[in-house]
């Protein structure tokens, strides 16, 4: 623990801040090309959270204090998940604060406050977002944590910067139990970030929204908090992938050029990441609310049969 | 009552135990109190529940300082059974219970002077305090006892006083097959430990004499193993009768949600604990060398009490009785690590076995207090709103600022949510869940990431049950028929008891460390290893149970962390003069919203419902209500909908089916004519000349 490390933290979060409107831009970007529509670019996320934080607020009447406080806590805790993540190197001060499965219930705070806002102002809408989106979260984060749990055995450990350390500067070995788990991952990413088959976050139409209809009541410098940390958080499930699954490339030590390569590597690695997601997402057609058992079902399986074969084979 | 053979440590100027047994004292002093003074009612809730208060505070000291010192005292009463005087020994695991029921004990108290100062007036207060006061000093007793008649004794001094506090509305035929249920379900969970404390007696000094009743007797006697499963099935069952364990759970939802609510939230937050304590000291202490399939068996069960008593919890409306039915869950978790421990323990892994118990134990404390703040703030709406239904109520926010921000506290901490309590405990249990591999069994080594994907399942869906129960009770529009205006914040009383409880789930969530440095002699006495010198190693914000590498936890980091970056942001967004405008709620355009129109409890849940709809009893149907125009046009529809538990219709509705059978056919026998009863009598005489003759 020196100050360089607490630079590499601080360096690390405004990574997160700046670079997470640019990378729903481009997964955006990518999306409508991929859809024949035309693009507004990768900065406009940018422009939208400006305009927003320049625009007045305007809350419900009856709205109470969890309404006002809600986009804080979600965009606080967001940030400080941010914080603990190995990004570009695992000489994190910050990191030893949670781990993985406690990242996994930060998350569910972020739900939870965004959840009980969506009921606060007494709509039809807000009630029907909260229900539906911790009926999903219920199902998805056994599948996640499950997933988790592969890596972790195969690893050791439950703590990230270790993790990233065994799998990125151990000896290569094949491990099929980590690409069952990776399915799974990638399964329970669409979910918790909205995404086409199980929200999507481009529509309004009242049937079919999740997310959207939780903080439907939000405006301003609120809504500009919350979709900051909507695109922090793709931002957020994206890297932890990265550094669970695929971590070459992330610097072990302080060291400046390592850093320089990290940072180019994780450029090359989160637009393709971007990419494939995009591509999931055209590929698939958004479900009914109750096939989506049947989807996360089968990513609490997939993570299952990771474990087995972990078992079995390693 | 005389204390002879006291045998304690020298140190501070009261040891622990003469500490407990003044406690005990003071929490029976309301028994004079309260009749003395029944004339002034103010006067005598003040008095009565400030004594125990006072004991309760006491009882906390003594228990605290047991653990601390790791010491054991024992004494014996000249009372009870000839060859049998009672035995009462304070040891750290009974100190650390100690401090449990203390602890709430001492938060319920101050509420319940608010609390029982709003009862109606023609009711008597002096029968409700007896009570209390017997209950509390019941569930110390039974945590002191040394010997298996004197536990009995206190084990039904606890039961019937809280049967006759479950009993105290008692003009409503629903409170009293509510209590009928509880008393006898106690029973016959009390006739199973009975069994239990004689097999394992009659090991112990054979049955010619009493004293192979004491604890003393039992702890160091060794089993032969099919007795010894014999001993911990029938007081498995028992203790699991008494913590509302599924199958066994049936009677706590019907009876927790009709007592006054600061007894819900004793007998809720401590007396399901009382088993708890019951299983530990068999388990551990007594029996010590198991198969591990007796860890299994507590696994299991606790997984299912987990996931199934969640799931209920999440279908119901009443709000006590969602509260009841978390404690079947959080019970399940308890259970939880208790059988993790006993099966590290069976493979001889002290460490790992010591890391599972804390995460019980742990858990235990942290349910306690939880449980007890949500309890206290239901019994404060029931207070004030006159109603346990959640559909008929919202948006009291803006009338219970308090209550609501501290039942919200609540509710973060069961739902285990960093960097409250609920999660360490729940962390905890993960991470024994995560040391399978070192069993070097492959089968259990699946099974276990498997419950703990459970255990996941009864995070997550605890989430949204309390989102639902936060949600539809405090936010949103006011739903009920009666005026709002009649809502009131609770007094000053009520909110002290329930902000402590709440700073203690805060305190408890970010100093783990702490915690876990004091309770460590528990692991070390009864499963041979400790985690304190490993979990607190890098000091007491990191909490590295295992190792650094392993896996860490720092809850005040994360507190500081969110509140940081809350702050800055707030900061930054509020440099400029801002605003705020209030305007009417958007309806689009549909201009007739009413509150009836939001979502409320039962159809938050029904996307769960359908999903999990399997395992509930469901009956659903849409009528529609005259006049009917046109079938496809209803005007007004009525839609009702009953869920049940399925454990009634498969377990208790034959059992009691079968006794009513049974009484019928015996109750021929009664004819109602004396000439009838005489030739009974005779013909009895004539059996018994024939055959005894």
């Known amino acids: 623990m020196t100050v360089s490390s607490y630079i590499i933290e601080a360096v690390q979060v405004m990574i997160l801040l700046a670079a997470a409107p640019a990378f729903a831009g481009w997964v955006k970007t990518v999306k409508c090309r991929l859809q024949g529509r035309t693009y507004a670019g990768i900065s406009q996320p940018y422009r939208d959270i400006s305009r927003l934080f320049a625009k007045d607020v305007i809350v419900a009447e009856n709205a109470s204090w969890i309404f006002r406080i809600t986009p804080y806590i979600v965009f606080g805790v967001t940030v400080m998940i941010g914080g603990i993540i190995p990004l570009i190197s695992i000489d994190l001060p910050f990191a030893a604060t949670a781990d993985v499965i406690a990242l996994v219930m930060l998350f569910a705070i972020v739900r939870f406050f965004t959840a009980l806002a969506g009921m606060d102002i007494g709509t039809a809408f807000g009630g029907m977002g909260s229900s539906r989106e911790m009926t999903i979260a219920s199902l998805a984060e056994p599948a996640m944590l499950m997933a988790i749990f592969t890596v972790s055995l195969a690893t050791n450990t439950t703590s990230l910067p270790r993790m990233v350390h065994v799998i990125g500067h151990g000896e290569l070995v094949l491990r099929p139990s980590l690409a069952f788990a990776l399915l799974a991952y990638i399964m329970v990413h669409l979910t918790e970030t909205g995404r086409v088959p199980v929200d999507n976050p481009a529509t309004h139409l009242e049937l079919t929204m999740i997310h959207e209809a939780m903080i439907l009541e939000y405006s301003g410098r609120h809504l500009a908090l919350i979709e900051w940390a909507g695109m922090m958080k793709l931002f957020i499930f994206s890297t932890l992938g990265i550094a669970v699954f695929c971590p070459w490339g992330i610097a072990p030590s302080a060291d400046p050029a390592a850093l320089l390569t990290a940072l180019a590597v994780l450029a090359v690695k989160l637009p393709l990441l971007g990419i494939v997601l995009v591509l999931i997402e055209t590929g698939l057609a958004k479900m009914r609310l109750f096939r989506l058992t049947e989807f996360l079902g089968s990513a609490f399986m997939l993570a299952t049969l990771g474990m087995l074969s972990f078992f079995i084979l390693e | 009552m005389r204390n002879s053979m006291l045998h304690g440590s020298k140190d501070g100027f009261m040891p622990p135990f003469d500490l407990a047994i003044a406690s005990l004292f003071l929490a029976l002093s309301p028994l004079v109190l309260a009749p003395c003074c029944a004339q002034f009612r103010n006067l005598a809730i003040y008095l009565s529940f400030a004594a125990t ?82 209950f509390l000093a019941g569930m110390l007793l039974v945590v002191l006892a040394d010997d298996a008649f004197f536990f009995l004794i206190a084990w039904e001094m606890m039961a019937a006083s809280s049967y006759f506090l479950v009993m105290y509305e008692d003009e409503k035929a629903e409170n009293r097959k509510s209590a009928y249920l509880y008393l006898v379900v106690a029973h016959i969970g009390a006739i199973a430990i009975l069994l239990s404390f004689g097999v394992m007696a009659g090991l112990a000094n054979g049955f010619e004499s009493f004293q192979g009743y004491t604890f003393d007797a039992m702890r160091t006697t060794t089993y032969p193993v099919g007795w010894a499963t014999a001993a911990f099935l029938l007081a498995l069952f028992g203790f699991a009768a008494k913590a509302g364990v599924i199958p066994l759970h049936i009677w706590l939802p019907e009876a927790h949600p009709v007592a006054p ?15 708890i304590y019951g299983i530990v000291r068999i388990v551990f202490d007594f029996l010590k060398v198991y198969p591990w399939w007796w860890g299994g068996i507590v696994l299991v069960l606790g997984l299912v009490s987990a996931v199934l008593g969640v799931l209920y919890a999440l279908m119901q ?105 609920g999660f360490v405990s729940e962390w905890l249990t993960f991470q024994a869940f995560l040391l399978s591999p070192a069993l070097q069994r492959p089968v259990l080594g699946l099974l276990f990431p498997l419950g703990a994907a459970l255990l996941a399942l009864t995070g997550a869906l605890a989430a949204a049950c309390f989102v639902k129960a936060f949600g539809v009770t405090f936010l949103g529009h006011w739903r009920g028929h009666a005026p709002l205006q009649r809502v009131h914040e609770a007094d000053w009383t009520m909110r002290a008891g329930m902000a402590l409880a709440a700073v203690t789930c805060f305190l408890l969530g970010i100093l783990p460390t702490l915690v876990i440095d004091w309770m460590d002699i528990l692991p070390q006495r009864l499963t041979g290893g400790g985690i304190a010198t490993s979990a607190g190693k890098y000091g007491w914000l990191w909490l590295t149970p295992v190792a650094r590498e392993r896996a860490s936890y720092a809850g005040f980091n994360v507190f500081v962390g969110i509140l940081a970056v809350v702050l800055v942001a707030w900061l930054l967004l509020h440099v400029n003069k801002t605003s705020v405008r209030r305007v009417p709620i958007w309806d689009c355009g549909f201009e007739k919203l009413t509150p009836r129109m939001q979502y409320n409890a039962t159809s938050f849940a029904m996307p769960i419902r359908r999903i999990f709809g399997f395992l509930f009893r469901i009956r659903e149907e849409v009528t529609a209500v005259e006049p009917v125009r046109h079938p496809a046009y209803p005007v007004k529809l009525r839609y009702r909908l009953r869920v049940r538990d399925r454990f009634w219709y498969w377990l208790y509705q034959p059992v009691a089916d079968a006794a009513f059978f049974t009484a019928r056919k015996v109750g021929r026998l009664q004819q109602g004519r004396i000439q009838v009863y005489l030739i009974y009598s005779f013909v009895t005489i004539i059996v018994l000349l024939v055959f005894l003759g």
Request: charged share 10%.
């Open chain 2, 261 to 275: 609510s600061n007894v819900s939230a004793l007998m809720s937050g401590v007396m399901l604990k009382t088993s």
């Open chain 2, 53 to 134: 208060a006072v004991a309760s505070l006491a009882t906390v000291c003594a228990g605290f300082l047991a653990v601390r010192h790791g010491t054991a005292t024992s004494a014996v009463l000249e009372m009870g059974l000839p060859d049998l005087p009672f035995h009462l020994r304070l040891d750290p695991l009974a100190g650390f219970f100690l401090c449990v029921i203390g602890l709430l004990a001492l938060f319920v108290s101050l509420y319940s002077i608010g609390y029982v100062r709003g009862f109606p007036a023609g009711r008597s207060i002096v029968r409700f305090i007896v009570f209390f006061s017997l």
């Open chain 2, 317 to 421: 409306h009443d709000l006590k009785r969602l509260l009841a039915y978390h404690s079947v869950e959080n019970i399940g978790i308890i259970l939880i690590g208790l059988g993790l421990a006993m099966i590290f323990t069976s493979f001889h892994l002290p460490l790992l076995a010591a890391l599972a118990l804390v995460a019980g134990l742990y858990h235990t404390l942290n349910h306690a207090m939880f449980k007890g703040l949500l309890f206290m703030g239901a019994g404060a709406v029931l207070h004030a709103t006159g109603e346990r239904n959640m559909e008929e109520m919202g948006g009291l926010i803006h009338r219970m600022p308090w209550t609501s921000a501290l039942f919200l506290v609540g509710c973060i901490s069961i739902a285990a949510l960093p960097p409250f309590n």
